[in-house]
């Protein structure tokens, strides 16, 4: 049995929310329409206190919000989930995955600013501006450069 004094890490997926139509994701029909079976939700800052004490979040070592149907950044509250993570715990190491095409510059400023230099942000793009779009539908290539440069 886990005891909260053995957990180091943590992997969450917070999110199956996600503004990409990728042609081989389990959340759409070929790319195309929302898979019927597929219920879309993301975790909130409430929930994600009461599922991870105080005891656990302040003892970590590491916490990672890397989806397998979601994308963190689709996860309304991933910012006041991580403020509320990094005030319990200053030295966490956080690193997350993301297609990065779905927020604006604050976010991206903001995200920067909590993972700061124990971490990293992983940008998951799929070619260049002119096959990007082949791979990863429903991403804009503007907006991932943009979230690049922040």
């Not at 329409?33 to 070592?61: D, G």
């Not at 600013?113 to 503007?142: A, K, M, Q």
């Amino acid at each position: 049995m886990y005891t909260y004094d053995r957990l180091q890490h943590l992997d969450l997926e917070v999110s199956s929310l996600c503004n990409a139509l990728c042609p081989v994701c389990n959340r759409r029909q070929s790319g195309g329409i929302k898979n019927p079976m597929f219920t879309e939700t993301y975790v909130t800052l409430e929930q994600y206190k009461k599922w991870f004490p105080v005891e656990l979040i302040s003892k970590l070592f590491s916490i990672s919000f890397c989806g397998n149907y979601g994308d963190a950044m689709t996860n309304p509250e991933l910012i006041s989930i991580l403020e509320y993570t990094k005030e319990l715990n200053p030295n966490i190491k956080v690193t997350m995955n993301t297609n990065a095409s779905g927020r604006n510059e604050k976010f991206w400023q903001d995200l920067g600013r909590l993972v700061g230099s124990n971490g990293h942000v992983t940008f998951s793009i799929d070619g260049l501006e002119d096959t990007n779009h082949i791979y990863r539908r429903g991403t804009h290539w503007h907006k991932i450069m943009s979230a690049a440069k922040n």
